[in-house]
């Protein structure tokens, strides 16, 4: 009894069997991390390209939203958009030369691993600008 456990012929493939599940394991794991980078970065885009919109154009209003569903369409991915700026008149969004719009998005998603595992999480995106268009 004692010489059979004593045996280690089939060590090999075992430590072969348990490597080639650690680095599936890990290229699992990179995929979904990559891929939630690849958010990050949509994230960005889409938060600059709303604060050019509203730096532009001066104010908080139709401009942007349709911006933003151009770019929910493009992206698909349907962030939380949050806007704050000190208003020149609150009523039709309109920020005054040089004062500060500010834009945060905001996603919910989760990372997958093996057995149903996840961990939910937020990606947030803040960027700001000037606004360019003075109100009389």
């Known amino acids: 009894m004692l010489e ?3 045996n280690k012929k089939a060590e090999g ?3 072969v069997a348990v490597a080639v599940l650690v680095i599936v394991f890990l290229l699992v794991f990179s995929v979904g991390i990559f891929s ?3 958010v990050k970065q949509d994230l ?3 938060c600059s390209e709303l604060v050019e919109v509203a730096t532009t154009s001066g104010r ?3 401009e ?3 911006r933003y569903e151009q770019l929910c369409e493009e992206a698909g991915i349907r962030p939380t958009m949050t806007f704050t700026a000190t208003y020149f008149d ?6 005054q030369l040089g004062d500060l719009i500010t834009c945060k998005l905001t996603y919910s998603t989760e990372l997958i691993g093996f057995g149903g595992y996840s961990l939910p999480f937020d990606v947030e995106v803040t960027e700001s600008g000037l606004s360019r268009i003075y109100w009389k």
Do not use: E, F, N, T
């Open 4 to 6: 059979k456990l004593q």
């Open 13 to 15: 493939y075992i430590d």
């Open 36 to 38: 939630k980078i690849a």
């Open 44 to 46: 960005s885009h889409m």
């Open 60 to 62: 908080i209003g139709p």
């Open 64 to 66: 942007v939203q349709a």
């Open 90 to 95: 609150s009523s039709s969004g309109k920020v």
